[in-house]
Structures are given as C-alpha cells and as structure tokens.
C-alpha cells in the first residue's frame, strides 16, 4: 500500500508556473503508475495526466497537453508535475494517485491510493 503527501500548490497569475509534488511512502511506489487529477468546485475530479511505474511512458489529458509535464524519481519516492502557461481555468484542488497495475490509466477507478490533495489557483 502506498501513502501519498502532495504540496507545492498555492496562488499564481495566469502565465505562470508552478511544481506540484507527491511524496510516496510505503515499498510498492517504484511498481505503481502514477496520476494527477484535479477536481474544481462543482465539477467531477477529472484526469490530468499519468506516468508508468519505470517513468518510460507518459499521457496528458489535452487540456494540458504541451504545458505540463509529469516525471517521478523513484529513488526519492516522489512523483512531479510541472505546470507551465497556468490559465484560470486550471484552478483546482490537485490530487496525485497510484495505480498497482503500473501502466497508463486515465480511470479513476483503477487508482486504489489517493493523496489529501493541494489548491491550485490561476487568477487573470
């Protein structure tokens, strides 16, 4: 089972960047795939972006295709994401989330462990 820390949200003009993490503890981190998801008020928590448990593979929603960038070290239990180009509507709490099976999956469902979740907020 893997317990998950994410930090690295707070308040930024659109334009702006900013670098989310997601701390990992517990000895399966290395084999499960990794997600961000993102949830805004009033709307379902939707896909962000995912990564395979070796780091060879990586997907992104298109709404953030080209601006953000997903990566992990394994040696340091710890999954990224790089948010470039920030627009309001990006704002959101973040949620990064492990996958056992390990590959590419942009369903919720197939992520059995879930951090408490970090507030991203682009203002114009």
């Known amino acids: 089972q893997v317990q998950l820390v994410e930090s690295g949200g707070g308040s930024v003009q659109a334009g702006g960047s900013l670098r989310l993490s997601c701390a990992a503890s517990?000895?399966?981190?290395?084999?499960?795939?990794m997600g961000w998801f993102r949830q805004a008020p009033g709307k379902e928590r939707e896909f962000v972006a995912t990564i395979t448990w070796r780091g060879t593979y990586t997907y992104y929603a298109d709404s953030v295709k080209g601006r953000f960038t997903i990566s992990r070290d394994n040696a340091k239990n710890t999954v990224y994401l790089q948010m470039n180009s920030l627009k309001p509507e990006d704002t959101a709490v973040y949620y990064c989330?492990?996958?056992?099976?390990?590959?590419?999956?942009?369903?919720?469902?197939?992520?059995?462990?879930w951090g408490q979740g970090t507030q991203v907020t682009v203002s114009s």
């Open positions: 517990g000895r399966t981190f290395s084999s499960a795939a």
């Open positions: 989330a492990a996958s056992s099976g390990g590959v590419i999956t942009t369903t919720l469902n197939e992520y059995e462990q």
